[in-house]
C-alpha cells in the first residue's frame, strides 16, 4: 500500500510539473508576441531567454541570436550560439557568426564563416565581404578574385550600406567593389597613384556622395603631391 501511495504521489508530481511547464511555455509565447508587437527588442529577447529554458531548441537559440546581433549586441549574440566553424549549422547561425565576428573585428574567424556562406549561396553581397575581409587579411589574390565577381554580377538595383560618418549612407554596390579595386591597385603598385585613383573616380561618377571614395581618393593624392616640408625629408 505504501509503494501504491509514493508511486500515486509522484505521478502527481510529474503531472503538476508538465502542466506548469506548459503554462510557463503559453506565457512566454503570449509575452513574446507582445513585446514583438510593442517593438520592444530587450522584451523579445527575455521571452525568447526563457522560451529557450523551458523548450531548449537550436532553432530557437539561432532565432535568439539573430535578435542580439540585429540589436548590435554581437557579444550576446556569440555567447549564445559560439564561434565555432560548422558547416552543417543554419544559414541564420552562420550569418549570425559572420556579422557579429567581423563587427567586433576578428576577420580571420568572420571570413571563415562569410565562405561557409558563400559556399551555399555565392552572391555579389557576399564577394564584397569576401574581399574586405581577404584585404585585411593579406589576401590579395583572393580578394582580386571576389571583386572582379562582384563588378560583374552587381546589378544597378542593388546598394551596399557604409556607416564611416555619423549618419549611415548607401551607394551603388559597383561602387563599392570600384573602390575596393582602386585600394588593390595602389596595394599592388604604390608607385603608380594614378592608376588607383582611376578606379575610385569610376566608383564616385556613380555616387558623387561616396564619401569613404572621396577619403580614400584626398588620402592618394596627398602621397602624390606630398608638402613641401614633406618632400624634404
Do not use: C, W
Amino acid at each position: 500500500m505504501k509503494r501504491i501511495a509514493i508511486t500515486i504521489f509522484l505521478l502527481v508530481g510529474l503531472s503538476a510539473s508538465a502542466q506548469t511547464k506548459s503554462e510557463l511555455q503559453k506565457h512566454y509565447e503570449a509575452f513574446y508576441k507582445e513585446m514583438r508587437l510593442q517593438g520592444d527588442v530587450a522584451g523579445v529577447i527575455n521571452a525568447m531567454t526563457h522560451l529557450n529554458v523551458i523548450i531548449p531548441s537550436k532553432e530557437r537559440r539561432d532565432t535568439l541570436a539573430y535578435i542580439y546581433a540585429n540589436d548590435n549586441q554581437h557579444l550576446q549574440a556569440l555567447n549564445t550560439i559560439g564561434i565555432e566553424k560548422d558547416d552543417a549549422a543554419s544559414d541564420l547561425a552562420v550569418q549570425v557568426k559572420a556579422i557579429s565576428l567581423k563587427a567586433l573585428n576578428q576577420p580571420k574567424r568572420a571570413l571563415e564563416q562569410f565562405t561557409i556562406l558563400n559556399s551555399r549561396t555565392p552572391n555579389p553581397y557576399l564577394a564584397y565581404e569576401l574581399a574586405d575581409l581577404k584585404i585585411q587579411t593579406g589576401d590579395a589574390t583572393g580578394a582580386t578574385s571576389h571583386i572582379e565577381y562582384g563588378i560583374t554580377n552587381a546589378t544597378d538595383e542593388m546598394k551596399y550600406a557604409f556607416y564611416e560618418r555619423q549618419q549611415p549612407y548607401e551607394v551603388p554596390l559597383k561602387a563599392a567593389f570600384l573602390h575596393l579595386k582602386g585600394l588593390m591597385q595602389y596595394n599592388k603598385d604604390k608607385n603608380d597613384i594614378d592608376a588607383a585613383i582611376t578606379y575610385i573616380d569610376e566608383a564616385l561618377k556613380m555616387d558623387p556622395n561616396f564619401n569613404l571614395a572621396s577619403l580614400s581618393k584626398q588620402a592618394l593624392e596627398s602621397r602624390k603631391n606630398p608638402p613641401a616640408a614633406e618632400k624634404k625629408d
